[in-house]
Structure formats: structure tokens, C-alpha cells
């Protein structure tokens, strides 16, 4: 399971594939949040923006898309930036940091930190119990007609 960062639909972002559907992920990542807004990782930490009650759309399952901020650096501002679980397979997903508007002054430093960011919400995800019981199972394949 490989760790990159790419151009996707015009703006920078770092993703990394898990096992488990996205309905179930996306549950562990709401459950993590909501019970501790912050990851910290070395040489930053993601903070998770608390939900908006001028939300006009109620969620038909778990949110899969979180509002953040990413401090990388002692001198520069965090960066905005939204986690989002997105279905890679039936049964992987891709768990993505996106900055909001446009890679900051020093994407370097900015994409170590989302690197590790990535990388230890992930690992949080692969020890979560519900996230283990939905990874991969052996499931029937259906014969094309």
C-alpha cells in the first residue's frame, strides 16, 4: 500500500488505499474525531474543525469529508485542508488530505507532514475492530453471462 501525493482535479493532494469500505472507514475516522480532534505527528499536527449546524443537508450515513487545519511549521500559519474518505474497490478505500486552495509556500515541508498525517490515520484505521472485520474477505464471485 503506497503513500503518494498527486495533482487530482486541480488541486495537490496526499492519499494512501486501506482495507475496508468507505461507510465503515469513514465511521472509525468520526468516531476518532469526535472523540479527539487532534493527530499529532512529528513536526506538526491536523486539527479537525468541529461540524457546522448551518448544514441545510443531513448525512444519510458517517461524514466523509472532515474540515482540517495542518500546522507543518513553528513559522508559518496551518494550513486548511479536508480529510476525505473516498471507495477505491468493494472493499479498499482511499483516505486523502487536500488542501483547500493551493499547496503552501513550502510544499516540502507541508507534504512530510501530510505524509505522516496520512500514514497514522491509516494506521489508527487498521487497528480499529470494525475497520478489521469488514477488510478483505473472501467473497463469491459472480459468473459473467
Do not use: K
Not at 503506497?2 to 496526499?14: I, L, P, Y
Not at 468541529?50 to 508559518?76: E, I, K, Q, Y
Not at 507541508?110 to 467473497?139: D, H, K, W
Amino acid at each position: 500500500m503506497d503513500t503518494t501525493f498527486a495533482m487530482v482535479e486541480g488541486s495537490w493532494c496526499t492519499a494512501r488505499r486501506c482495507p475496508g469500505g468507505a461507510a465503515e472507514v469513514a465511521q472509525v475516522v468520526a468516531s476518532r474525531f469526535a472523540s479527539e480532534a487532534r493527530l499529532e505527528v512529528d513536526g506538526g499536527w491536523l486539527q479537525v474543525a468541529p461540524g457546522s449546524d448551518r448544514d441545510a443537508v443531513t448525512p444519510m450515513g458517517p461524514a466523509r469529508a472532515h474540515r482540517a487545519r495542518l500546522a507543518f511549521s513553528r513559522w508559518r500559519p496551518a494550513a486548511r485542508v479536508s480529510i476525505e474518505i473516498e471507495r477505491w474497490s468493494a472493499d479498499e478505500c482511499e483516505v486523502v488530505v487536500r488542501p483547500h486552495r493551493r499547496v503552501p509556500m513550502t510544499p516540502d515541508r507541508y507534504f512530510v507532514v501530510a505524509l505522516q498525517v496520512v500514514e497514522a490515520l491509516v494506521g489508527e484505521i487498521m487497528q480499529a475492530p470494525t475497520a478489521a472485520a469488514s477488510g478483505t474477505g473472501n467473497r463469491e464471485l459472480r459468473r459473467a453471462s
